[in-house]
């Protein structure tokens, strides 16, 4: 006998069979009509069963992060509307995306990086045809791509864009698809838009009737720039900012009270883990094939903390290919 499910299948209706990646979602995603892309979306997932820890390997993504479902839907909203240049602050990963996202729509870019972002990151930009500006912190870069902003600009910063939002919750259609809802997920936590983005897609999927529950959600953060931590837990004063989680380092996230209330609803918490263990992190991920970026190891490394928890996504949220610089020297 062959039984089916109903919410599965109510849920196919949904999904565009001839589309692949994050368009096969485009019912659900604004600006959707006459998109491009560069295949963005449908990561694999590689489970480690014995520690119950489900990796989102969202470094197979075309610029090998997860910014790339942010920026595919909100450049393709920018072309939509007719702009013709882009501006974009950044570490690295989502300045990368936007260049490559603009390059592909024919649109001109400008982003603005700290001057302590992985070299690597930068060359990767300025190759997709983007003017770079570097600035001394990643708190300048942030003002002065707004402060500098011209008549033609259109500024999709991702700290801000909701539209990036609408990106980043494919990748809870994607686990439902996979009849993978974990009971927690643990996500690298800066502007937070994969930590926001996945909750609103879960909770999508829960107002569809397609979920019964939402999963607890853990934010994790480099020692030494660790708001949400914080704003939980109190100041730690004497800390030692980390090194390795650059991509983590925004001090007054805008949307702040948004991942706190995400935490307190789905009774999760937030950690911080400290260079150290984001070396041991990467070690162990390393002998396990999986080439993640430091700011993605420091999710795996506050997993490991966390005890009695199994079945717990963790997004593999960059590729260590474009960190080879630092993580040459943990490796010799």
């Known amino acids: 006998m062959?039984?089916?499910?109903p919410k599965c299948n109510r849920f196919e209706e949904?999904?565009?069979r001839g589309e692949a990646g994050l368009w096969r979602y485009k019912r659900l995603i604004p600006f959707s009509e006459e998109h491009m892309t560069l295949?963005?979306?449908?990561?694999?997932?590689?489970?480690?069963?014995?520690?119950g820890a489900i990796l989102k390997l969202e470094y197979f993504s075309p610029t090998g992060s997860f910014k790339d479902r942010g920026a595919a839907v909100s450049v393709n909203r920018a072309r939509r509307i007719g702009v013709k240049s882009i501006v974009e602050d950044s570490s690295g990963n989502a300045g990368i995306a936007a260049a490559a996202y603009a390059a592909r729509a024919g649109i001109r870019a400008r982003i603005y990086v700290p001057k302590d972002a992985p070299v690597a990151k930068r060359v990767l930009i300025r190759s997709c045809g983007a003017d770079v500006v570097e600035c001394?912190?990643?708190k300048e870069a942030s003002m002065r791509a707004v402060g500098e902003l011209r008549e033609e600009d259109l500024y999709i910063g991702h700290t801000w864009?909701?539209?990036y939002i609408e990106g980043m919750k494919t990748v809870a259609?994607?686990?439902?698809e996979r009849d993978r809802i974990p009971e927690a997920v643990v996500v690298p936590v800066a502007s937070g838009t994969l930590f926001l983005g996945l909750f609103k897609?879960?909770?999508?999927?829960?107002?569809?009737?397609f979920i019964e529950r939402i999963p607890a959600f853990y934010a994790v953060q480099g020692e030494g720039c660790a708001p949400i931590y914080e704003a939980i837990h109190g100041q730690i004063q004497g800390i030692k900012r980390s090194s390795l989680a650059d991509g983590l380092r925004i001090e007054n996230p805008p949307r702040k009270e948004e991942i706190l209330n995400v935490i307190r609803a789905t009774h999760g918490d937030a950690l911080t883990v400290n260079d150290d263990e984001i070396v041991e992190a990467l070690k162990q991920l390393y002998k396990r094939g999986v080439i993640a970026e430091p700011t993605s190891a420091t999710a795996y490394a506050a997993f490991k903390k966390l005890r009695g928890l199994k079945d717990v996504l963790i997004p593999m949220t960059g590729t260590g290919i474009k960190t080879i610089d630092r993580i040459s020297s943990i490796f010799t």
């Open 136 to 138: 001394a912190t990643r």
């Open 201 to 209: 897609g879960l909770t999508e999927l829960s107002d569809m009737g």
């Open 14 to 16: 949904l999904v565009d």
């Open 39 to 51: 295949g963005e979306g449908c990561t694999p997932l590689v489970e480690i069963k014995d520690e």
């Open 2 to 5: 062959v039984t089916e499910c």
């Open 173 to 176: 259609f994607e686990l439902f």
């Open 161 to 163: 864009d909701a539209f």
